[in-house]
């Protein structure tokens, strides 16, 4: 109530000073709401829309801080929380929005103490919201379950925690698989290698080698545990899928006191990147025959953010640049031949950083946790420059969300992908963006996951593109959605 | 009775079988206003309840059996978990979870041989409940806030079987039971899944020692596998505790102590979590007076959009880091029902203070959650009890008495 008072005291005194000037009738210093986000949007009937109802009120420009803000839906019949709310230091006011009962346009009006005008939204209830399709879903043992997949050539290695790699026909296999119909193939448990709490398999990657013609090699990442930001382990494993039926593994590579994390390849040259946490990013030599431990393999080592303040996610090669997400330092572009780091200062390190995904010359990065109290509720996005050096642009943030854990852009570049967890019924899932403007991309659809997916992982499997997702437990399965009709 | 003797008694649990021939009832539960700061965010949080509502029946079934059953409702009364300070576990974290509704559900063997092992004393306990390593469960002590110690120096909820032996003031105690910590209030023991017996791959030993009357000395060890994960998916925890406690008692009052030190050890080493406890309680006339420190390491995770939530099961085995949590509490209580009656009431005021602290590495930090390192929880409320405090949950068979309360 003070702060009311104080908020009419100061808009009073602002109408005194006025009344000095001109026009006292219409002073040109009187407050103005206007519309700032969250417009336009639409759901099924009786659900909350998925962006924040978001007003401004400003006085020539400049915020107006704790006025009062007061919501009424006016047409609609939907619900909006809170009735009133309070302006903050930029002068905002937010509200989430339920849409009515009936399929149809819903309309929220907003005004504000002592501001001229109104700002109005619309929302549309619909019964046909945009969803990816989903079309199938796999139960994972809940041996933690399942926390990526990696797809190549209508075959999925699913990373099942400890219950191993397990191999499904999604449509490359004799079985008869598809994306609506996996076939299990196989599994396999690899090594726990002495590090604590087991195989703990977390990613995938089958390497076809241009070179030799061989698609003999997976390698697995182990995600043994760790302490966030500082210590991890868990070793590189190889496995000889040559036989998809009957696994083995044959190598291993261990960089001492970290533990691997994503990787990616440069197939071509036979070298394997990975993202070893605090081990930062590693280059692997993978050609010929791989046996035993692959430590004298290691060709180049990195630290984005220097040794002993690194903790990096994930490596993507783009256009002759190796990028690397980490997750206390940022985004960085490297050098794919000396790992040297082309933009050496920390960049935008509000949010912890998770995973990476570059397209063309924009790329994206997730956020993670909460840091400085803020939720890892955003993707970054990064305008990449000559040399590959990226300039952050924005962050679009998603909101609800506690993780965005996963990115991925399809191979057309049409459509940006991301996985929630951590987040509510409004964020926790998958989420499809149209890159009409790859540096503002627009939600297309949303298909909510209640315990949150971990990743997602997009193939395009005889002509129509799915993502391969990983959702958390305490019911893990692999979801596999069809988000084809998305591209159009 | 002699004093010594009675002192003995309370404090080894070995009141004559005799004395437990009926149905003993006790009823009880606490009517509190609880104020959190910092609260996670760096706000204050204010709430009431009613907490730690039980209901203890147990009954001698002839001259060397006795069933128990303890009903607990906090699953209907907090079922969002209480505002605690350093409070974590089965998914709450800065509140006390729930605990599940049967909360103890035992048959008690407690002298097997009767007079043929002479001063031998074998028992064999049965059901769910507490498996025989640590200290007394928080209920039964003087507080309302639960130490942060909690999962770390008691394994409760547990489909158990222990077998006790006992000779004059030394009891050992050795249990199986199942390693997996209930996810919810209505959660039974996970005794097999699918192939696998989950019963039986965790076990704890415990040895108790009486040297004087009112002095108990305790070790013990435990391995439990994968608590937090019911499949058996996670991590073993190997963990060790040992206490020293002081009771007695006379017309004027008690006097109660107990000074404990627990490790638990998680992944093979990777986590090792430590707390160092004291308190102590002085009851003079109808005044309660309480005093309690710890100094607990706590682990910390990724929190979901309820920030009191964390991800059960996890995800993966990583942590963010660990706190210290070093924590002072004062407790103040006046019995108001009349000396005698089987009514307690027992209103009181209770204030921690304390102070978190970052140790080793990791991206957890105080100020980044609390936007702050200092605690002050504050609390009043009133004790409402019927036929007595609650038994010594956790001491069964051999060592069970029906008045074996501080």
Redesign the interface.
């Known amino acids: 109530m003070i702060r009311k008072l104080l908020v009419v005291a100061a808009v009073g005194s602002s109408h005194l000073l006025a009344g000095c000037g001109s026009d006292p009738v219409n002073p040109p210093d009187t407050p103005t709401i206007v519309v700032l986000g969250g417009n336009n949007q639409q759901g099924e009937p009786g659900t909350q829309v998925s962006q924040l109802l978001r007003v401004r009120v400003h006085e020539g420009g400049l915020p107006v801080v704790g006025v009062e803000v007061t919501w009424e839906v006016v047409a609609g019949g939907g619900t909006v929380e809170p009735l009133s709310s309070i302006t903050d230091a930029q002068g905002d006011a937010t509200a989430r929005y339920t849409l009515g009962a009936t399929v149809g346009v819903n309309t929220i009006r907003v005004s504000a103490a002592g501001a001229s005008g109104v700002a109005t939204f619309t929302a549309t209830a619909t019964n046909s919201p945009a969803k990816a399709q989903l079309v199938a879903e796999v139960s994972i ?5 399942i ?1 990526d997949t990696h797809v190549r050539d209508g075959i999925a290695f699913v990373a099942a ?2 219950s191993g790699i397990w191999i499904y026909d999604v449509g490359g296999g004799d079985l008869g698989g598809s994306p609506e119909s996996p076939k299990k193939i196989s599994q396999y448990v690899t090594s726990a290698n002495g590090v ?3 195989a ?1 398999v ?1 990613n995938s990657w089958w390497f076809h080698n241009p070179v030799s013609g061989s698609k003999r090699y997976l390698f697995v990442g182990q ?11 868990g070793d590189l494993h190889v496995v000889d899928v040559s036989d998809l039926a009957n696994p083995v593994e044959v190598a291993f590579l261990r960089v001492p006191s970290a533990g691997v994390h994503n990787f990616w390849m440069d197939e071509a040259n036979q070298v394997l990147y990975a993202a070893w946490y605090n081990g930062g990013v590693v280059a692997v030599d993978v050609s010929g025959t791989l046996t035993g431990d692959l430590s004298s393999r290691i060709i180049a080592q990195s630290f984005p953010g220097g040794e002993g303040a690194s903790f990096t996610w994930g490596v993507m090669l783009s256009n002759g640049t190796l990028y690397a997400a980490d997750m ?1 330092q940022g985004f960085f572009a490297l050098d794919p031949t000396t790992l040297q780091i082309r933009n050496p200062a920390p960049n935008v390190t509000n949010r ?1 950083t998770s995973d990476l995904w570059v397209h063309g010359n924009v790329g994206y990065t997730g956020t993670w ?5 803020i939720r890892g509720n955003a993707i970054n996005i990064w305008q990449l420059g000559g040399n590959g050096v990226p300039t952050f642009v924005r962050s679009h943030e998603i909101p ?1 969300a ?2 965005v854990s996963d990115i991925a852009v399809t191979p057309d570049g049409k459509l940006l992908v991301a996985t929630v ?4 019924t409004v ?1 926790n899932g998958l989420h499809v963006f149209k890159r009409s403007d790859p540096l503002a991309p627009l939600s297309a659809a949303f298909s909510y996951v209640s315990s949150g997916l ?1 990743t997602g992982e997009v193939a395009v499997i005889n002509g129509r593109t799915y993502v391969f997702g990983a959702r ?3 019911a893990p399965s692999l979801m596999i959605f069809d988000i084809t009709r998305l591209l159009d | 009775m002699t004093r010594a003797v009675c002192a003995l008694l309370l404090s080894m649990g070995a009141a004559p079988l005799a004395a437990q021939q009926s149905f003993n009832v006790i009823a009880r539960g606490i009517v509190t206003v609880r104020h959190a700061d910092p609260a996670p ?2 706000a204050t949080d204010t709430e009431a309840y009613l907490t730690q509502p039980t209901l203890s029946l147990s009954r001698a079934l002839g001259s060397r059996l006795v069933a128990r059953f303890t009903l607990n409702l906090e699953s209907a009364t907090i079922a969002g978990g209480e505002l605690a300070p350093g409070a974590w576990g089965e998914g709450f974290v800065d509140r006390r979870h729930p605990h599940t509704t049967v909360h103890e559900l035992l048959l008690e063997a407690r002298d097997i041989l009767g007079d043929i092992d002479g001063d031998w004393r074998l028992g064999l306990v049965a059901g769910k409940g507490f498996a025989p390593f640590g200290t007394d469960d928080p209920m039964s002590r003087p507080f309302l806030s639960y130490p942060v110690n909690h999962h770390l120096a008691q394994v409760l909820e547990r489909a158990v079987l222990i077998g006790q032996v006992r000779r004059g003031p030394v009891t050992l105690e050795a249990a199986l039971f199942n390693g997996d910590e209930p ?1 919810s209030p209505g959660q039974w023991p996970l005794i097999r899944n699918d192939s696998v017996w989950r019963f039986g791959d965790s076990w704890s030993l415990r040895a108790l020692v009486v040297p004087l009357a009112g002095l108990e000395l305790q070790g013990s060890i435990a391995s439990v596998h994968s608590p937090e ?7 073993g925890h190997d963990k060790v505790s040992v206490s020293a406690r002081w009771q007695d008692g006379n017309d004027r009052g008690s006097r109660y102590a107990l000074v404990e030190w627990a490790q638990s050890s998680e ?5 090792k979590l430590e707390t160092l406890l004291a308190e102590a309680a002085l009851v003079r006339g109808r005044w309660h007076v309480s005093a309690r420190y710890e100094s607990t390491l706590r682990p910390e995770e ?4 309820d920030p009191y939530k964390t ?12 706190l210290r949590w070093n924590l002072a509490t004062l407790r103040l209580a006046a019995e108001l029902a009349p000396r005698g009656s089987k009514a307690g009431i027992l209103p009181f005021v209770e204030v921690t203070g304390g102070h978190i602290a970052r140790v ?4 957890a930090d105080a100020i ?2 609390y ?1 702050t390192d200092r605690v002050r929880h504050f609390s009043v409320g009133v004790v409402i009890e019927w036929q007595g405090r609650n038994h010594r949950m956790g001491r069964y068979g051999v060592l069970t008495s029906h008045e074996s309360h501080h």
């Open positions: 043992p809940a041996n933690y379950g926390h925690w400890n604590p709490g087991g703990q977390h995600e043994g545990p760790g302490v966030i930001g500082a210590t991890s382990s206390v912890y946790g909460t840091r400085g109290g609800g506690g993780t967890e951590n987040g509510n964020s971990h958390n437990p305490p | 965010g760096g996810e994960h019911r499949q058996g998916g996670g991590g992944l093979e080493g990777t986590f990724e929190r979901l959009a991800h059960r099961p996890h995800i993966e085995n990583s942590i963010l880091g660990t080793g590495s990791g991206i980044d959650i936007g």
